[in-house]
């Protein structure tokens, strides 16, 4: 048990157009008493000990902030899963083609789903350019992202909940390399991102957080975990996009400041609708005893916990 | 000294370390703190050494019994440095009596940890085991840790920690226990459980102080005259040659023979530390004695000495006794020594001097809390963020009319407006009130005066008015003082000298050996970078103080303090790449995981203008 409870997945948002879209989407519509925490009143009403979820948001933006509240949520909670649940960059590249041209990638609205985090602000300023270093995280688990992440890949159906949408096709997910760094550059010629962008060559998403969540796994870990090991995973609707040469600045035409105020909403909705078919599947089985721990259940039916299902998950 | 008696002094859960200083929040229940302190896993108790720290953990432990919660306690003088910084929450559960393990995490009981004696541990001690804490309470989300601490300001996070600190023990309260009605003094006196305990065992006795409390516990033990002088050299040595608290078992065999030792023993005023070592129950006794020795002779009274008592500036508690050891003449001069030592140590002890006797004089006080008031509109936030809180701990009229003053100009009027009559106070005013600039030669003169006020005066004031070439060559000059505090005076005016200096501060940094003037050259170029006339030499200077981190983070004062002077008032233009030079440097040749970490929020912090992490 964390020290407010337990909960099977904890979900972490950061800006409030982030939770407001996956407390609506979720149907996370009360607090759990007074502890910044929420979920579905279904959950409470049911009067187990032990919750299917919980919404919080992040004290702050950036990496420092989201590992306290991260470390925060696992150590309340106690969660088997922490879901980074929220809005992002995606990365476009010039290709190789001519005329030149960027390459397939995230299109705005679009889900990534992060195999893997890099910190881009670690690193030396040497005379011959940005040399990176590394820093312990801890990455989403290959069998979570095989299991869950590619059949929303190939089906796209968690996406039907959007609504408000700017585009004109409807979201799909990516799975691939997410570079975090301290700060985005409004500024799509900054050469210190175009640099890190560069380095980090199949990294499809920049975004503010994902390392300081990776880093409080990292700690619990090392440091924490004789009986607790929690998982977790990085689902980030793309808001703006960035490119990584002056080239592709030319090529894509559009300013991101004014992308992200468009899109902010409509991918923050993406990325909550991708957090809810992946919530519904965690939940689907239980889980079976731990040595700290009494067995879980399983809330095999998404109107259980107060959410229509999503499509692909229709009740039997 | 502890006993069952109940003082009925309150227990105050804060927000913040303002909080703290000014005693305010909702009171709580011993229940309550411990129902607080399992909800949030960490509690840090912070109070003034006698305010009941250990009392207050003593009664939460058989509050906790009777609740059924297990409890576990931690002595940090029994924690050895090197094991806390090798093996963390290790050392910290091998410490624990009961001892813990992870394996008791499992069952999920609540337990209830208490950690006590930080108030004497070093900085970098305490930091370590704040940091211990704070893991072990993640680790077992059933336990809660409560730390008892004194008055100082913690980088510890307000979003995991419950700040709390004890009220004084009420006037009525007093009365009832010493059985009369009791006077404004007594009532400073007394409203400490450590006083208070004392003088109800000592009926009829007027008691003007602690240490003259703690002289007549003492006296009550039957030991010679020549043991008590013994133990009091004992008690100095044992700070001097060891640093810390425990002491060996033969040492205090030598120094006043098996027999005292046992009768100290069995009086109770002793504790084993394991076969080899002991200890005074209070660190008080302790204090008492080693600031006894030091009272003998007051041409001992100096930066050495200070850094022995205080175990290197780690708790002011044992300068108060010796403070109120000494005769009347001589408090003057002890806190104008204290001053030259360190700032912030004598504002304490006016603090605590007020709030009993008020012996000090007044012209010293009012010099001294102008000083703090000109410091409070320093460049570097975390100067500004300490003087304040040593003029909210202070708390007297004046101290308050200093943190309302609201420019440099207000602090002087201020200052000019006070003691009128007071011709020594006057001739202070002079130096503190100059406004010719660049600061004229008989200003640069003063900084050597021997009188420590008088000396950081004017280096202070020169550092507000500026330096022309000559009155620089003549703080050049100075550098090469035989006296480290004079040098150290030097630097810190050469902080505003501009960069024809900068080499003289680089090479005071590399090769004073005090260290002292090595920290003064550290901020002067701080104050140098900040007021660089353009980013080219601002950048320059960041990158000759980052081929200097190896030396930098050899020395945790220096490397403490390079963290301070990084966040600075209205940041000038480059100043963010500067420190991302001097940070990523650092990240360059830091090994530890931790240490990369912390630098890594410095960075984070100054970036978001956030001296939280400091």
Known sequence: MGREGHARVGILTVIPEEMDEALDVLGASVEVGMTGYFTSPLSLDEGLDCLPFVVARSSDRSNGPANESARALLEDWRPETLLLVGIAGGIRRVGNSVPAALEPGPALGDVVLATMVHFGDYGKDLPSGFLPRWLPLVHPPKRLLTRHGEPMRINTEWAEGIRDWPGDRP???????????????????????????????????????????????????????????????????????????????????????????EWRKAAARSAALAARALLIRLLSRPTSAHPEQPPRPAWPHASQIGMSPAPEMVEA | ???????????????????????????????????????????????????????????????????????????????????????????????????????????????????????????????????????????????????????????????????????????????????????????????????????????????????????????????????????????????????????????????????????????????????????????????????????????????????????????????????????????????????????????YLLSRDRSTHGSTDLTTESEILALLGERRFDHFLATRRQVDDALALHGGPLATSYQQASSVEEVVKLAQSTLPEDASYRAWLVVFACNVSPSPSWLVEQMQEIDGVDGWTAANVVRRLGVDSQGRLSIQALLDADSAVVRWRAVHALGVAGSPVLSDLFRALEEDESPSVRFGALRSLADQAYLAESVEMRLRIFRNLASHTGQILADPNLARELARVLHVDNAPDGWIDGVSIAIESILAVESDPRELEKWRRVGSSVRAGNLEMV
């Open chain 2, 1 to 347: 000294m502890s006993d069952s008696r109940d003082f009925d002094y309150p227990l105050i859960l804060c927000e913040d370390f303002d909080g703290i200083l000014a005693r305010e929040g909702p009171e709580a229940s011993i229940e309550q703190f411990i129902d607080t302190t399992l909800r949030r896993g960490r509690l840090l108790l912070q109070a003034a050494g006698g305010a009941g720290k250990t009392r207050t953990l003593e009664k939460m432990a058989a509050a906790a019994i009777r609740a059924n919660h297990r409890v576990s306690s931690v002595e940090v003088q029994k924690i050895a440095r090197d094991a806390l910084e090798a093996d963390g929450v290790d050392a910290l559960l091998r410490a624990a009596e009961p001892q813990l393990t992870y394996e008791e995490l499992a069952g999920g009981d609540s337990l209830l940890l208490l950690v006590d004696g930080l108030s004497e541990a070093s900085s970098d001690t305490a930091e370590l085991v704040l940091r211990a804490v704070d893991e072990w309470a993640a680790m077992g989300p059933s336990t809660g840790t409560v730390v008892a601490d004194r008055l100082t300001r913690r980088t510890v996070n307000p979003r995991r920690w419950q700040l709390a600190t004890l009220g004084p023990v009420p006037r009525h309260v007093i009365s009832r226990i010493v059985g009369r009605d009791v006077n404004d003094s007594e009532t400073g006196l007394l409203e400490s459980p450590v006083n208070l305990d004392i003088v109800a065992n000592l009926p009829g006795e007027f008691l003007s102080s602690r240490s003259q409390a703690i002289e007549r516990l003492t006296q009550r033990q039957n030991l010679s005259e020549v043991d008590w002088e013994g133990l009091e050299n004992l008690a100095l040595r044992v700070y001097r040659e060891r640093g810390r608290r425990s002491i060996p078992i033969a040492w205090i065999h030598a120094a006043i023979g098996e027999q005292a030792t046992a009768t100290l023993g069995s009086a109770g005023m002793m504790t084993s530390l394991g076969a080899d070592e002991i200890t005074f129950r209070h660190h008080l006794v302790h204090d008492y004695l080693a600031a006894k020795a030091a009272s003998r002779d007051s041409s001992g009274w100096g930066h050495e000495l200070f850094d022995v008592l205080t175990l290197k500036s780690s708790s002011y508690d044992v300068l108060v006794m010796l403070l109120e050891l000494v005769n009347q003449d001589q408090r003057d001069v002890l806190i104008r020594r204290v001053y030259d030592w360190n700032l912030y140590a004598a504002s």
């Open chain 1, 171 to 261: 979201p799909t997910l990516h799975q691939g390399e997410i570079v975090a760094v301290e700060a985005v550059a409004s500024n799509p010629f900054a050469e210190r991102q175009q640099a890190i962008l560069r380095y980090f060559d199949k990294a499809i998403a920049i975004d503010m957080e994902s390392k300081g969540v990776a880093e409080a796994l990292f700690d619990y870990e090392a440091d924490v975990g004789v009986h607790y090991h929690p998982r977790w995973m990085c689902v980030r609707g793309i808001s703006d996009l960035v490119v990584g040469s002056d080239a592709a600045v030319a090529l894509l035409g559009e300013d991101n400041a004014a992308q992200r105020e």
